[in-house]
């Protein structure tokens, strides 16, 4: 079975534009977080989807925000991109609500110039 | 969320157990205690989850005293590939907001 998936794998983008990424949860899993990790720093929770409904939020301003589809794909956009918001954004997919035993994407590294 | 601490690094050789120790003083009555291991530029990948006492898998063991105040993941004969960061998470099955602190970056030397 394949893993979790996330595109693209890295982006350049300029401060003040908007970005969209991508996540496949493993096949069978409804639930997808989306974590930020900063250079040398653990990954932060940023959302939770569980069935396409969002069940959590981490301390992230408004200029992020996320959406789960049907089929329980996911989607992290982040408008105005500011210079800090460079990072590692991971994607997690767990069978169910509970994290104990989440599946990391292998993330996409956002720089902002 | 209850806090943890760890050593922020760690040093090793091949075919030595590492043993990392996390302190979680506030640990409430339902939490679990969760680790996960990070290579660079990789996700998380989980190794263990317990409650109490000592849980142990194909990749590693977890002790977790009587007070649940420490939990020690035990890596039995690291090798070269063992090195990455490693971190402890404390908090209930469905804490949908857990983050990941600093960690623990292990270094195993040949």
């Known amino acids: 079975d394949a893993g979790v998936t996330q595109s693209p794998t890295h982006l350049i983008k300029t401060r003040g534009q908007h970005v969209t990424l991508r996540c496949s949860p493993i096949?069978?899993?409804?639930?997808v977080s989306w974590y930020q990790q900063v250079l040398g720093q653990g990954p932060q929770f940023i959302f939770q989807?569980?069935?396409?409904?969002?069940?959590g939020r981490g301390n992230f301003p408004d200029r992020f925000s996320a959406r789960q589809f049907p089929n329980y794909s996911s989607e992290l956009n982040v408008n105005a991109l500011l210079l800090g918001d460079s990072a590692l954004y991971l994607c997690?997919?767990?069978?169910?609500?509970?994290?104990?035993?989440?599946?990391f994407g292998p993330g996409t590294r956002l720089t902002v110039l | 969320l209850a806090k943890t601490t760890q050593p922020i690094s760690m040093d090793s050789y091949e075919g030595q157990e590492v043993n990392i120790t996390c302190s979680h003083n506030?640990?409430?009555?339902?939490?679990?205690i969760t680790w996960y291991q990070q290579f660079p530029s990789q996700g998380p990948r989980f190794i263990i989850q317990?409650?109490?006492t000592k849980v142990t898998n194909e990749v590693a063991s977890l002790f977790i005293p009587a007070d649940r105040k420490s939990s020690t993941l035990s890596l039995p004969r690291v090798s070269l590939s063992d090195t990455a960061v490693y971190y402890c998470?404390?908090?209930?099955?469905?804490?949908?907001?857990?983050?990941f602190g600093a960690g623990t970056t292990v270094t195993v030397r040949a």
């Open positions: 997690a997919s767990s069978q169910h609500l509970e994290q104990g035993q989440q599946f």
């Open positions: 096949s069978g899993h409804k639930s």
């Open positions: 989807y569980y069935e396409k409904e969002e069940r």
């Open positions: 506030n640990i409430a009555t339902n939490d679990y």
């Open positions: 317990g409650y109490k």
């Open positions: 998470l404390v908090g209930l099955p469905d804490d949908y907001k857990l983050s």
